[in-house]
């Protein structure tokens, strides 16, 4: 009975902590602000998803494509060598059959002089003395003249090669005798090329001395007679009437009683006489320009004071006129803020005494957001 009991109380705490676990994981989801705000956009998530598998699928399928072709091209080259492989074997024969066919005993050049002293004479008209060929004598002669005449060919072979490179080397000595023969004839120009410019050169600059010397010539004669020149101007200059001030020149008689008349090109100023009327003249002028100027500015300063006390007098008034209405404005404000504030006062004293008689205590603010549901 005791641990029936047991375990039924077992039971029961494990579904407890079940539903506290589940209650601590909803309030961190809700309290959560990033997603309480934001929340998850599932589609966009799912497209990422299903974009890396695509991206996956076709990565796996470039590897394949990759391995494919790798394997492809191996069997190519295990092909291209076993061809290879075949093509060698088969030039092989051909020049070991050719070597059978063609170059055999009787096909040798030396096989007239070997039958010129292999005259076979009956045995009959031989003595004891003269035998040539004893029993057992010949065996294997077919292999070593197989062998002898092979290595015949191969020496004429080896024997032609050398010639050929001999005759190679000789007509690349030639070409090369030929190269540079060229290049000392090009060399042989060349200097003969540049000993014609540097005659060239010498005498272009020969004449152009002479054509500096000969400038030069002329520029000094051009500079002495400029001189030369400038000396007479300065020389009339200094002995004419402009130099002299000569006033006679400056005055041209006309005749008739008429007064001389002056030439502005040949005047070199006022005599004293007409220099002291000049400075009367002037100083009454200026005299009477400045009665003028006073008693235009004494009119203009009269016009302007009159202007500036009827502008002041019109400010004044407008002056006055605002303070008026700004006094009219500031009493009816006054009387509109009177009255709001009674009506303030209405409003509070009811909201106080008839709508909020009873006041919250801290137990009914502690009650909320204590649980996720």
Same mark, same amino acid.
């Given at each position: ?182 290049? *000392? /004839? ?5 200097? @003969?090329?540049?000993?014609? %410019?540097?005659? !060239? +050169?010498?005498?272009?600059? $020969? ?117 008026? *209405? /700004? ?5 009816? @404000?006054?009387?509109?803020? %009177?009255?709001? !504030? +009674?009506?303030?006062?209405? $409003? ?26």
């Amino acid at each position: 009975m005791f641990k029936a009991d047991l375990t039924l109380d077992q039971q029961e705490e494990k579904t407890l902590e079940a539903r506290r676990s589940a209650e601590r994981a909803r309030k961190a989801r809700i309290y959560n602000t990033r997603l309480r705000v934001m929340g998850l956009d599932l589609e966009a998530l799912n497209q990422q998803v299903q974009e890396k598998k695509h991206r996956q699928n076709l990565e796996k399928q470039r590897d394949k494509a990759f391995d494919a072709m790798r394997r492809r091209q191996d069997e190519e080259l295990i092909q291209q060598d076993s061809n290879e492989k075949e093509k060698r074997k088969a030039m092989h024969r051909d020049l070991t059959q050719h070597w059978a066919s063609q170059q055999q005993a009787e096909h040798c050049r030396d096989d007239d002089l070997k039958g010129a002293f292999n005259i076979t004479i009956p045995e009959s008209e031989l003595g004891p003395a003269s035998m040539q060929t004893f029993k057992g004598e010949g065996v294997g002669e077919d292999q070593r003249e197989q062998r002898r005449k092979t290595e015949r060919d191969l020496q004429a072979q080896m024997d032609e090669n050398k010639r050929r490179e001999m005759r190679a080397k000789h007509k690349e000595i030639l070409v090369n005798k030929d190269l540079v023969h060229q290049d *000392l /004839r090009g060399l042989q120009q060349a200097a @003969l090329e540049e000993d014609r %410019k540097k005659a !060239a +050169r010498i005498a272009l600059d $020969n004449y152009n001395q002479a054509l500096a010397a000969e400038r030069a010539e002329f520029f000094k004669e051009q500079h002495r007679r400029e001189e030369r020149e400038n000396l007479e101007e300065m020389w009339h200059t200094a002995t004419s009437d402009m130099m002299t001030e000569c006033p006679e020149q400056a005055e041209r008689f006309v005749g008739g009683g008429r007064p001389p008349q002056i030439l502005p090109d040949r005047w070199k100023g006022m005599s004293p006489e007409h220099l002291s009327l000049f400075h009367r003249e002037r100083e009454q002028q200026c005299l009477e320009r400045q009665v003028l100027l006073e008693s235009r500015f004494y009119i203009k300063n009269k016009t302007w004071d009159l202007h500036l006390l009827k502008l002041a007098k019109e400010a004044e008034e407008k002056e006055q006129k605002i303070a008026e *209405l /700004r006094r009219e404005k500031r009493m009816q @404000l006054d009387q509109y803020n %009177k009255l709001l !504030a +009674r009506e303030q006062q209405a $409003n509070q004293d009811y909201l106080e005494k008839e709508l909020y008689t009873s006041k919250p205590t801290k137990d009914y603010f502690y009650q909320f957001n204590t649980s996720s549901r």
